[in-house]
């Protein structure tokens, strides 16, 4: 007898829990816990400009003779080959995203986010668990059930949100290159056949979830519609007044444990 399993029944399987609520707890800041480094994270709608702004900064703090160090979402070498077969065969589910994406972050988490910020020094990423927030809540997983895969890790020192309007965001993707792919589009979704249309829906429902996570997790919000110079003139004077630059140099005697 062939027995079929539903998304949110697969999830319910693999963590019973996720339909309890325990009493929440506020997750604290890297800073919170007494790391001596400090986590500094993008996020924004795909075409926000968020990787050429994190980029530009981390260009500028290495000028400065600070350690540095980048990740990106999705980039573990672990499961970076298996998520790129999934999703050009089109094969990846809502719970199967998520929980891929999870193993990616995990294992980037206990390789280099956490030792590096113990060695004391600034690492920048190119998203953080609220993209899994957004995306997998957009795509249908339970929304405590998503944030409990990444309660693991505490949250970042600074987020960036870069807030674009959905037709910039368009524009700055096919400038790039002539199509929208598939998961980018929301197609996955069935919003609509046409993949325009579909990623307008689907970023837009996207923008909805990172708005209500704004004031909740603190983002500071940046006009992506305006230039890149002045966007990263923001970002700069932001991360120079909450962020004690002096002490990240490579010879500060505090930045050595």
């Known amino acids: 007898m062939e027995i ?9 399987f693999l963590f019973p829990n996720h339909r309890h609520k325990p009493k929440k707890e506020r997750v604290k800041t890297f800073a919170e816990l007494g790391f001596p480094g400090r986590l500094i ?14 980029y530009l900064l981390k260009r500028w703090l290495e000028s400065l003779g600070l350690k540095v160090f980048f990740s990106e979402w999705n980039s573990s070498p672990l499961v970076k080959n298996a998520t790129s077969k999934g999703k050009k065969r089109e094969l990846l589910s809502p719970t199967t995203f998520s929980l891929i994406h999870a193993t990616d972050f995990a294992d980037r988490y206990e390789r280099q986010l956490s030792p590096l910020l113990r060695a004391g020094y600034l690492v920048l990423c190119d998203r953080y668990a609220f993209t899994a927030y957004a995306r997998d809540t957009v795509r249908g997983c339970p929304q405590d059930w998503v944030r409990g895969i990444y309660s693991f890790a505490p949250l970042p020192d600074l987020v960036f949100f870069f807030k674009a309007s959905l037709e910039t965001s368009l524009q700055r993707i096919l400038d790039g290159r002539p199509q929208l792919k598939y998961f980018e589009a929301g197609m996955d979704l069935h ?11 689907f970023q837009g429902r996207l923008l909805e979830q990172y708005l209500a996570m704004s004031s909740e997790f603190h983002f500071l919000e940046i006009d992506a519609n305006q230039p890149i110079e002045a966007q990263q003139s923001v970002v700069r004077d932001l991360v120079a007044a909450r962020v004690k630059l002096s002490e990240y140099g490579c010879n500060h005697p505090e930045s050595v444990k």
């Open 191 to 201: 919003l609509s056949t046409d993949p325009y249309e579909s990623f307008r829906m």
């Open 4 to 12: 079929s399993i539903r998304e949110v029944d697969l999830a319910a």
């Open 41 to 54: 994270a993008v996020e924004g709608l795909d075409g926000s400009g968020k990787s050429t702004q994190i």
